[in-house]
C-alpha cells in the first residue's frame, strides 16, 4: 500500500523566477548545491519534458546514496506542476515505487510576490524494515529555502 508525506514551504521569492530554477536544476543544481549533489544529467529526452530521464549523482555528504535515475512523469509549465519517479539507483532497493510531484503557487504576502511549494512523496516499501524516508522530506524543505536564499540574491 502506498504511503505519502506532504509538506509545504513558504518562500519570498516570485513563482516564476522558483519555477525556472527548477526547471534550470540539472544545470543550476551542482553549482548551488555542491555538498549534495556531484552532477546531474540528462540521459533521455530533453531534460524537461515527460518522459526525460536524469541522472543524478551524489556527493559522499549524501547518506545512503551515490545515484539515482529519475523520469519525468508530468512537467506542466503553465501550472508550474512537476512529478518524477526514481527509476533506478539506491533508493528502487528500499521503495518499489518512489514519485515526487511538486507544485509552485504564487502568492502576496503585504504586497510582495512570493511563492509556496507544494511538495509530496508517495513511495510502496519494498519490506516493513524499510524506515519512511523522512530524511528526503527534510532534505527537499531545506533545499527550497537555500534556494530561495540564493535567488534573492542573484
Known amino acids: 500500500m502506498a504511503s505519502k ?6 518562500v519570498k521569492s516570485p513563482a516564476d523566477k522558483l519555477w525556472a530554477a527548477l526547471r534550470d536544476s540539472t544545470e543550476l543544481f551542482p553549482k548551488i ?10 540521459v533521455e529526452g530533453d531534460g524537461k519534458s515527460a518522459g526525460t530521464v536524469r541522472l ?3 556527493t559522499e555528504g549524501v547518506p545512503m546514496l551515490t545515484f539515482a535515475k529519475e523520469k519525468v512523469e508530468l512537467a506542466d509549465d503553465e501550472n508550474k506542476v ?5 527509476v533506478d539507483g539506491e533508493l528502487v532497493n528500499y521503495y518499489k515505487n518512489f514519485k515526487i510531484t511538486l507544485k509552485v ?3 502576496t ?8 511549494v507544494n511538495w509530496s512523496m508517495e513511495f510502496d516499501k519494498a519490506s516493513d524494515q524499510v524506515p519512511d524516508p523522512d530524511v528526503i ?6 533545499t527550497f529555502h537555500d534556494l530561495d ?3 534573492l540574491k542573484n
Open 5 to 10: 508525506a506532504e509538506l509545504v514551504v513558504e
Open 33 to 42: 548545491f555542491p555538498e549534495q549533489y556531484k552532477s546531474i544529467e540528462t
Open 56 to 58: 543524478l549523482k551524489y
Open 82 to 86: 512537476v512529478s518524477y519517479s526514481v
Open 105 to 107: 503557487v504564487p502568492t
Open 109 to 116: 504576502k503585504e504586497g510582495d510576490a512570493g511563492a509556496v
Open 137 to 142: 522530506k527534510e532534505t527537499a524543505a531545506k
Open 149 to 151: 536564499d540564493y535567488l
